[in-house]
């Protein structure tokens, strides 16, 4: 069984950085994508950022573009999400989605940790 845990979230004040992990463990045979997504209480979800599998092709969400950087040490690796400039308006809890096949005769499926909270004051 996948199992991701995300963590680096915290209380920081406007203007701060965190970085955001994402660590997954258990039968990996390879990994495609990564994801990162946010979503606060009564709202979408909402896209974030995302690196391809080759860990050379990034996409941001124009909310955070020049403010966070996603990155992954290699595709089976711990991702992470580097997050600048910290603004109240980014306060939410995060959750990463990566693409991962299990065996290598199953398709990639995209799998939900449990969220890390980011809190941001002004």
């Known amino acids: 069984q996948v199992v991701l845990v995300e963590s680096g979230g915290g209380a920081v004040q406007a203007g701060g950085s965190l970085r955001l992990s994402c660590a997954t463990s258990?039968?990996?045979?390879?990994?495609?994508?990564l994801f990162w997504y946010r979503r606060a209480p009564g709202k979408e979800r909402e896209f974030v950022a995302s690196?391809?599998?080759?860990?050379?092709?990034?996409d941001y969400a124009d909310s955070v573009k020049g403010r966070f950087t996603v990155l992954r040490d290699d595709p089976l690796g711990t991702g992470y999400l580097h997050m600048c400039n910290l603004k109240p308006e980014d306060t939410t809890t995060y959750y990463c989605?990566?693409?991962?096949?299990?065996?290598?005769?199953?398709?990639?499926?995209?799998?939900w940790g449990q969220g890390t909270q980011v809190t941001v004051s002004s």
């Open positions: 989605n990566p693409e991962i096949a299990t065996t290598e005769s199953d398709p990639y499926r995209r799998y």
């Open positions: 258990g039968p990996i045979w390879s990994a495609g994508g």
């Open positions: 690196i391809d599998y080759k860990n050379q092709i990034t």
